[in-house]
């Protein structure tokens, strides 16, 4: 129903820059292109974590680690959602995984996708 597929993680120095992508597709956003999106983070030993989410009319928000720092957008034409991350430092390390979430049937559904390795060299 839904698709998420992300793109551009790697192994960056700290201050360096990456940017990731999620490209969605699925049946739900064919319907539905202005779903909310997404990005959450874990690190190893730690929970997931919200980075930053963009509504589908591009209201932003972002969780203190990442603010002033990062930055969520999205092109619906091409129903892809990217983080611009700057200024890195290690504790930033983690896999970072797309979200969506879909209210049907009278609750919340999560999606996700597999996942990106971010790692941030000190």
């Known amino acids: 129903q839904v698709q998420l597929v992300e793109s551009g993680g790697g192994l960056v120095q700290a201050g360096g820059s990456l940017r990731l992508s999620c490209a969605a597709s699925?049946?739900?956003?064919?319907?539905?292109?202005?779903?909310?999106l997404g990005w959450y983070r874990q690190a190893p030993g730690k929970q997931r974590e919200l980075v930053a989410r963009i509504s589908g009319v591009g209201t932003t928000n972002y969780a203190d680690s990442g603010k002033g720092r990062f930055t969520i957008s999205r092109d619906n034409a091409k129903n892809t959602v990217y983080l611009q991350m700057s200024s890195l430092k290690p504790e930033d390390t983690a896999v970072y995984y797309c979200n969506t979430r879909v209210f049907k049937l009278g609750n919340w559904h999560d999606y996700w996708g597999q996942g990106t390795q971010v790692t941030v060299s000190s």
């Open positions: 699925g049946s739900i956003f064919s319907t539905n292109p202005l779903l909310p």
